[in-house]
């Protein structure tokens, strides 16, 4: 991490504030003139930031090698920059996720764990320094469409332009009262919400053209509804699907996964068993069809900033809350610590102008969401507060530089009991633990080198004795056993650099 205090010197409010209070000294002004010259230049020089946040979006899409997936413009911008391979969730879930991708701080140093009022960054933590708040203060339009934060009132203060996440859209008569859970209307773009989010992003980029922006573009689907145009679903022939293993691993946690009862509230979807083959393959279908619309909707915006002549200094973030199952394990959705639902797509493109530009990259460093907040800050050079996530720039410049060897994730399963885990790009580790005392119920370790599911929990057997210790001393790294119970909730300030851990 840089100094605080070396990134506070390119602060142009500290400056002015030095400035007004030595006015009388002539050689001082003269001293400070020149560097607030040279701070308006570098400010001039700093990229604008679009992010195009997706809801539940898993690793799975053309440029990741799913060759089922349909989804050109976001593979085309992979060939613009640096798409890891390795990036991970903090939280397999909406709320804490984005809250912890806007914060670059973990969910159990904030407390904050979930989609209710009590997982909101405020009022919870008020001296929280936030990815819009920190962009606002040095100047910066900030700009939020559609789903940013799972909660639309959440830190909405911070943002210069706020556009809200609307409710689902149904075209098919009766689909709205049952709530079901996809549809494929015969209807343009815009019907549904993603093609409004796109509309208002590009409305908004000719609005702000002429001014530093930070804008996170939240795009709902692939979320549940499945409701996406007709012609999306057409891209793809359903007999084309396969039904995935129901097979839990052997020896799995009995609470690893969930009832995913996300998916029952849904029309169409029983309230208990197994779905079928036949809508299983449906919701495949659906999920992907809702892949390629988003997909549609992302290249619009990409073409807008093309179009705007902001490209070559518009720095782009593609990435996901969290990823998802589809019918894996003979379940659904997320909320678990498992490979399929912490992995997460991720694709950095820097502006064109950046002279060490990497384009059509892959990265396969352990990476976490948390990062984002620090990398985006530190390309528009602005004053780091004390974060847990680190700076991806220089692996952005250097995608196979040697990097972190841990990324971690974590999940409750009530008040009572915490899920944490670790993962070193191979292998996975779980430990479930009191969410109070620490102390260890259950652990779990699967192999993950050439696939995202798992098939055995293998913890505990001799033949991995060695493997399960060098995890645990990585897990131990994030969360020792000696740590305060998770579910305590201290006030943080991490403006004043010294309340919460860093990474490193
Ligand atoms: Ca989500």
New binding site residues.
């Given amino acids: 991490m840089i100094d605080k205090n070396n990134r506070l010197e390119v602060n142009g409010k500290n400056k002015f504030s030095v400035l007004i209070k030595f006015l009388h000294l002539s050689s001082l002004l003269t001293a400070l003139l020149v560097s607030l010259c040279f701070t308006v230049k570098a400010q001039q020089n700093t990229p604008n930031i679009v992010i195009f946040l997706v809801?539940?979006l898993r690793v799975d899409l053309g440029t990741y090698g799913s060759e089922h997936v349909i989804s050109p413009n976001i593979d085309d911008l992979a060939k613009q920059g640096v798409k890891f391979t390795h990036a991970y969730a903090q939280q397999?879930?909406?709320g804490p996720?984005?809250v912890s991708i806007m914060t670059g701080l973990r969910p159990e140093t904030t407390g904050l764990y979930s989609i209710d009022r009590a997982g909101r960054l405020r009022p919870n933590q008020p001296n929280v320094v936030s990815m819009p708040q920190l962009f606002k203060e040095n100047g910066y339009q900030t700009i939020s469409i559609g789903?940013v934060y799972?909660s639309v009132t959440d830190d909405q203060e911070n943002w210069t332009t706020h556009i809200k996440k609307l409710d689902n859209f149904y075209a098919i008569a009766g689909n709205k009262e049952k709530k079901f859970a996809y549809e494929a209307g015969d209807v343009a773009d815009d019907f549904y919400k993603d093609g409004k989010v796109a509309n208002d992003a590009i409305a908004t980029l000719k609005n702000v053209k002429n001014d530093k922006f930070l804008m996170v573009v939240g795009f709902s689907k692939p979320?549940l509804p499945f409701n996406a145009p007709k012609k999306y679903w057409d891209l793809y022939d359903r007999k084309q699907f396969t039904v995935p293993s129901r097979k839990k691993p052997d020896n799995m946690y009995r609470l690893a996964l969930t009832k995913w009862n996300e998916l029952r509230m849904y029309g169409g979807i029983p309230k208990e068993g197994d779905t079928d083959d036949e809508l299983t393959k449906t919701l495949i279908h659906a999920y992907y069809a809702s892949v390629s619309y988003m997909d549609a909707q992302v290249g619009k915006v990409m073409q807008a900033l093309d179009d705007l002549q902001l490209r070559d200094n518009t720095m782009i973030v593609f990435m996901?809350?969290?990823g998802y199952k589809l019918g894996e394990y003979g379940a659904w959705n997320?909320h678990t610590n498992m490979e399929l639902d912490t992995r997460v797509p991720l694709i950095i493109s820097r502006e064109t102008a950046h002279k060490n530009r990497v384009a059509g990259a892959t990265s396969a460093a352990l990476i976490e969401n948390i990062d984002i907040f620090p990398t985006i800050a530190e390309a528009a050079g602005l004053p780091l507060p004390n974060l847990d996530g680190k700076s991806l720039l220089t692996l952005l410049d250097q995608p196979n530089m040697a990097w972190d060897n841990a990324a971690y994730s974590l999940f409750t399963r009530g008040k009572k009991r915490m899920g944490v885990s670790v993962t070193d790009g191979i292998w996975r580790y779980t430990e479930w633990r009191n969410a109070d005392s620490q102390a260890i119920e259950f652990t779990e370790l699967y192999f993950h080198k050439d696939s995202l599911v798992a098939v055995e929990n293998v913890a505990g057997q001799k033949h991995v004795n060695l493997i399960q210790q060098r995890l645990k001393t990585l897990l131990d790294t994030n969360f020792p056993s000696h740590s305060p119970p998770f579910h305590n909730k201290p006030k943080l300030d991490n403006n004043s650099a010294s309340t919460t851990p860093n990474k490193n």
């Fill in positions: 809801d539940d397999a879930i909406c996720s984005r789903k799972h979320h996901s809350d969290h997320k």
